[in-house]
């Protein structure tokens, strides 16, 4: 008696759920996205990357010498002492490591950077978010970055970041 009451009710959730997954409004929202897309995350991103130049440009000048003594090194090599060879190579793993080092103080203080600007605008885009869920009656937020398909009229990140743009002015 019980399995049957089980199974009824079973049943009946099965087919009464595709009438309730109808009805639900399920949209896509890259929260990085609007963030950056926005004119102020735009502009603090532009300010960022113009702060690194310096530091990019010193980087990639050690690449370029680090280049230039390997190139001496295949071109001379032959010709060297063995001595000038060891100080040599010793000389390019030396500046191999400072290179790596570099590059990744670099990209973690861009990260980090980066990860302050879309702090400092999330109030005006949570804000931005809340009141389209209210306005649109918006039953679920999906984040694009786990799903395997969207269909691109379900992503509201443009509306979002246009939201943001029209509140800053």
Same mark, same amino acid.
């Given at each position: 008696?019980?399995n049957?009451?089980?199974? *009824?009710l079973?049943?009946?959730?099965?087919?009464? *759920?595709?009438?309730?997954? *109808? #009805?639900?409004?399920?949209?896509?929202?890259?929260?990085?996205? *609007?963030?950056?897309?926005?004119?102020e995350?735009k502009?603090?991103?532009?300010?960022?990357?113009? #702060?690194?130049? $310096?530091?990019?440009?010193?980087l990639v000048a050690?690449? #370029?010498?680090?280049?230039a003594?390997?190139?001496?090194?295949?071109k001379d090599?032959?010709?060297?002492?063995?001595?000038?060879?060891?100080?040599t190579?010793? $000389?390019l $793993?030396?500046m191999q490591?400072?290179?790596?080092?570099a590059?990744?103080k670099?990209?973690? #203080?861009?990260q980090?950077?980066?990860?302050?600007?879309?702090?400092?605008?999330?109030?005006?885009f949570q804000?931005?978010?809340?009141d389209?869920?209210q306005?649109?009656?918006?039953?679920?937020?999906?984040?694009?970055?786990?799903?395997?398909?969207?269909?691109?009229?379900?992503?509201?990140t443009?509306?979002?970041t246009e939201?943001?743009?029209?509140?800053?002015?």
């Amino acid at each position: 008696m019980f399995n049957k009451l089980a199974m *009824a009710l079973l049943v009946t959730a099965i087919m009464a *759920a595709p009438s309730v997954y *109808a #009805e639900m409004k399920i949209v896509v929202l890259d929260p990085a996205r *609007a963030i950056a897309g926005s004119d102020e995350g735009k502009l603090l991103l532009a300010n960022l990357e113009s #702060e690194l130049k $310096e530091d990019q440009d010193k980087l990639v000048a050690s690449v #370029e010498a680090f280049q230039a003594l390997q190139a001496k090194m295949q071109k001379d090599g032959e010709v060297m002492s063995d001595s000038d060879k060891r100080k040599t190579v010793k $000389e390019l $793993e030396s500046m191999q490591v400072d290179i790596q080092f570099a590059q990744q103080k670099l990209q973690k #203080e861009a990260q980090d950077r980066q990860q302050e600007i879309l702090q400092s605008l999330a109030p005006q885009f949570q804000k931005v978010r809340d009141d389209l869920i209210q306005i649109d009656q918006i039953d679920m937020i999906v984040n694009p970055n786990v799903l395997q398909y969207a269909n691109a009229k379900h992503d509201i990140t443009k509306r979002v970041t246009e939201k943001m743009n029209e509140q800053s002015k």
